[in-house]
């Protein structure tokens, strides 16, 4: 194959690997879009606007929500379990910093524990503003921005703690699922059994493939060399973990998701609703929820997990239509409002969106195999 023209050389971070065009990554500077530009994108405001009216729709039309009821519930919430409600979801913060620590560590970097939670929490904020989980890309971003790391291995730790909460999500759920549903289980929950089982099969099939095939398939397909390198350190990121970490990346992960679905459980105490759920029907509903942010169509799945948890409480606890809404509404404050407020006076005043922090990071040495 002939040169059409003299060779470009391309740019390439501190590792030598080269500046790939990430999703809402610039392919030159290797840096995102700028937050404020994101957020003025007409695809953004859509995104963000249109389920709420949506919801506010189907609420007035086809759930008859009483807005008197619906207030009255709010208004008359324990703050000290709402208190506590928040207290324990943001517990959860630090050990997701924990967990992405230990990912990095194994995939050869070294990072804190402080500046890997301050960097998941900036990027939650990123997810609770602009859809595609872009925040996942943020949050690698910021870490080279602060380290001389490889953006594509850190790539490989975000995806590779995905899976891990996703296998959690689904064991939780369907095992708090049986729990709650032990006198019998409806062709509703059935269905959704059903779908976390097919979950479950997927991730394990792909992880299997990709580990085995992954490489080989890859240098079978024409693709350019810069992306066969994105994906060499990619898949070194996903399979950098020591088997023996992993019981101990369980239970973390484990820790997360309960502090998710106590947050839920906390919402309705503190509302006072007479809903007989139970702390492993909070896991269910909390779960399913998080499953349903999964769905990068909005920003942290607005419009879609509201709709998702609302129907659940009606239709599978009997939970009157102002009831749900407010257990939707207050919990949704807690998790995402609060994230889009605390986080922005964070993404102000962290000194890694300016890529002032510390560089304490530095490339692990692995033994030699």
């Given at each position: 194959?002939s040169?059409c023209?003299?060779?470009t050389?391309?740019?390439?971070?501190?590792?030598g690997?080269?500046?790939?065009?990430?999703?809402?990554?610039?392919?030159?500077?290797g840096?995102p879009a700028p937050?404020?530009?994101?957020?003025?994108d007409?695809?953004?405001?859509?995104?963000?606007?249109l389920?709420?009216?949506?919801?506010?729709?189907?609420?007035?039309?086809?759930g008859n929500v009483?807005f008197?009821?619906?207030?009255?519930?709010?208004?008359?919430?324990?703050?000290i379990?709402?208190?506590?409600a928040?207290?324990?979801?943001?517990l959860?913060?630090?050990?997701?910093?924990y967990r992405?620590?230990?990912l990095?560590r194994?995939?050869?970097?070294?990072?804190?524990?402080?500046?890997s939670?301050?960097?998941?929490?900036?990027?939650?904020?990123?997810?609770c503003?602009?859809?595609?989980?872009?925040?996942d890309?943020?949050?690698?971003y910021?870490?080279?921005?602060?380290?001389d790391?490889?953006?594509s291995?850190?790539?490989g730790?975000v995806?590779?703690?995905?899976?891990?909460?996703?296998?959690?999500?689904v064991?939780?759920g369907?095992?708090?699922?049986?729990w709650?549903?032990r006198?019998?289980?409806?062709?509703?929950?059935?269905?959704v059994?059903?779908v976390?089982?097919?979950?479950i099969?997927?991730?394990?099939?792909g992880?299997?493939?990709?580990?085995?095939?992954?490489?080989?398939?890859i240098?079978r397909?024409?693709l350019?060399h810069r992306?066969?390198?994105?994906?060499?350190r990619?898949?070194?990121?996903?399979?950098?973990?020591?088997?023996?970490?992993?019981?101990q990346?369980?239970?973390?992960?484990?820790?997360i998701?309960a502090?998710?679905a106590?947050r839920?459980?906390l919402?309705?105490?503190?509302l006072?609703?007479?809903?007989?759920?139970?702390i492993?029907?909070?896991?269910?509903?909390?779960?399913?929820?998080?499953?349903?942010?999964?769905?990068?169509?909005?920003?942290?799945g607005?419009g879609l997990?509201?709709l998702?948890?609302?129907s659940?409480?009606?239709?599978?606890?009997?939970?009157p239509?102002?009831?749900?809404?407010?257990?939707?509404?207050?919990d949704?404050?807690i998790?995402?409002?609060?994230?889009i407020?605390?986080g922005?006076?964070?993404?102000?005043?962290s000194?890694?969106?300016?890529?002032?922090?510390?560089?304490?990071?530095?490339?692990?040495q692995?033994?030699?195999?």
């Amino acid at each position: 194959m002939s040169d059409c023209g003299p060779a470009t050389k391309r740019p390439r971070d501190a590792n030598g690997e080269p500046l790939v065009d990430y999703p809402g990554v610039h392919e030159e500077t290797g840096q995102p879009a700028p937050l404020s530009r994101r957020l003025r994108d007409p695809r953004t405001i859509v995104a963000f606007v249109l389920p709420l009216v949506l919801l506010v729709l189907i609420a007035v039309t086809v759930g008859n929500v009483d807005f008197g009821t619906l207030l009255a519930n709010i208004t008359s919430a324990n703050p000290i379990l709402l208190l506590a409600a928040f207290a324990v979801y943001y517990l959860g913060f630090p050990l997701r910093g924990y967990r992405w620590a230990l990912l990095l560590r194994g995939a050869g970097t070294k990072v804190s524990v402080r500046d890997s939670t301050e960097i998941i929490f900036i990027s939650w904020l990123v997810n609770c503003l602009v859809p595609a989980k872009l925040g996942d890309v943020y949050r690698a971003y910021l870490l080279r921005l602060n380290s001389d790391v490889s953006l594509s291995r850190t790539f490989g730790t975000v995806f590779i703690e995905r899976v891990f909460d996703l296998f959690a999500i689904v064991l939780l759920g369907l095992a708090a699922g049986f729990w709650s549903f032990r006198s019998g289980l409806s062709p509703e929950v059935q269905a959704v059994f059903a779908v976390g089982l097919a979950v479950i099969g997927a991730l394990a099939v792909g992880l299997y493939t990709v580990r085995n095939f992954g490489s080989r398939i890859i240098r079978r397909v024409p693709l350019p060399h810069r992306v066969i390198e994105f994906y060499d350190r990619f898949e070194e990121g996903v399979f950098s973990i020591d088997a023996r970490r992993i019981p101990q990346l369980a239970v973390i992960t484990a820790l997360i998701w309960a502090t998710e679905a106590t947050r839920l459980f906390l919402v309705i105490q503190a509302l006072g609703l007479p809903l007989n759920l139970g702390i492993s029907g909070a896991f269910f509903v909390a779960l399913i929820a998080s499953l349903l942010t999964a769905v990068p169509f909005t920003p942290a799945g607005l419009g879609l997990v509201e709709l998702g948890v609302a129907s659940i409480l009606i239709a599978l606890y009997n939970a009157p239509a102002p009831d749900a809404t407010a257990i939707v509404l207050v919990d949704r404050a807690i998790s995402v409002l609060s994230i889009i407020v605390l986080g922005s006076i964070a993404y102000v005043l962290s000194s890694k969106t300016k890529g002032s922090g510390p560089r304490p990071s530095a490339e692990i040495q692995q033994p030699a195999n």
